[in-house]
């Protein structure tokens, strides 16, 4: 496959009309239409349902569109990476970060940073614990930040030393919010908004269990999130209330929201974690070193 076809083919799938892609691409329709049918042979795959004025994709074709988006941005990365500079450190460090306040200790060491090489540029790529894990397996980021719990086995790691805390993010008119805390039995029959990953660490790390005991499996689970932003707006309707971590949203007096902490308190930690034995550009070994500095 050539990396050429690959954004062919992703234009054609972002469009979704071999008409409009082609204008994008400036090519002749039967062109690119020669390309992607190449591109079929060659993997043995329909990808693409051709309809009289678009196209959708198959599910192979959802697949090699997956695909297709990392080969080509750990493609654009190596470009990037090998033209910075030779002579000044500088370019782009890549991270994956949470929904976290553990984040703006990443800001802190990168603001620092910045005062010694202000070519250094910072992309931010916000996903759960297992996307961003993925894509540091697949070398499209530098870094990332797991909350623990999290298998940290394969990876080199530092420990940030900030922690954060669970609660509950809930309407004002809510009468838990009249508490200062939260205990497992105020919980027992509140519609809950959890994170897709807090359940599924809950199952094989007892995180949760141990917290709530017995009534777990009980809980009013009515609706999870990958990311915290649409949570806070069912919320804010009354739809139910989001258990988060303190920090992921920042509430004031004047606000429909309000948190409250989980008693007994249910404090995690966070670490920056890379791969085990990768070679860094000159801009990510120098982020490294400020956050071994920040961190000494």
Same mark, same amino acid.
């Given at each position: 496959? /050539?990396?050429? &076809?690959? $954004?062919?083919?992703?234009? %054609? =799938? @972002? *469009? ?82 949470? /929904?976290?306040? &553990?984040? $703006?200790?990443?800001?802190? %060491? =990168? @603001? *620092? ?87 599924? $660490? ?95």
């Amino acid at each position: 496959m /050539e990396l050429r &076809t690959l $954004r062919y083919f992703l234009t %054609v =799938a @972002r *469009e979704g009309s071999l008409t409009r892609a082609a204008n994008v691409l400036y090519v002749t329709q039967p062109a690119l239409s020669r390309q992607l049918k190449s591109l079929e042979e060659e993997l043995g795959a329909k990808l693409l349902v051709r309809g009289s004025h678009s196209v959708t994709l198959t599910e192979q074709g959802s697949l090699l569109k997956q695909r297709s988006e990392e080969i080509v941005q750990l493609a654009d990365k190596t470009v990037a990476e090998f033209a910075a500079p030779a002579d000044a450190i500088a370019g782009d460090v890549h991270i994956g970060v949470g /929904e976290s306040y &553990t984040s $703006r200790f990443l800001a802190r %060491v =990168a @603001r *620092e940073l910045q005062d010694r090489h202000p070519g250094i540029r910072y992309r931010l790529y916000d996903g759960n614990a297992d996307d961003l894990a993925d894509r540091l397996d697949g070398g499209l980021l530098d870094f990332c930040v797991l909350i623990q719990p999290a298998d940290l086995s394969k990876y080199h790691h530092v420990r940030i030393p900030e922690k954060d805390s669970w609660g509950l993010l809930m309407r004002r008119d809510n009468p838990l919010a009249e508490k200062a805390s939260v205990s497992p039995g105020d919980l027992a029959h509140e519609p809950l908004i959890c994170s897709d990953q807090t359940i599924v $660490r809950t199952l094989s790390h007892n995180t949760f269990i141990d917290w709530f005991g017995e009534g777990f499996e009980k809980l009013n689970i009515v609706a999870t999130y990958n990311l915290i932003f649409n949570a806070t707006l069912f919320a804010a309707e009354g739809f139910g209330s989001v258990l988060s971590l303190e920090k992921q949203v920042r509430v004031d007096e004047a606000g429909v929201l309000c948190f409250r902490p989980l008693e007994p308190r249910m404090e995690v930690e966070s670490d920056i974690v890379w791969k085990k034995h990768r070679m860094f550009s000159p801009a990510a070994e120098a982020f490294l070193h400020a956050l071994d500095d920040h961190l000494a």
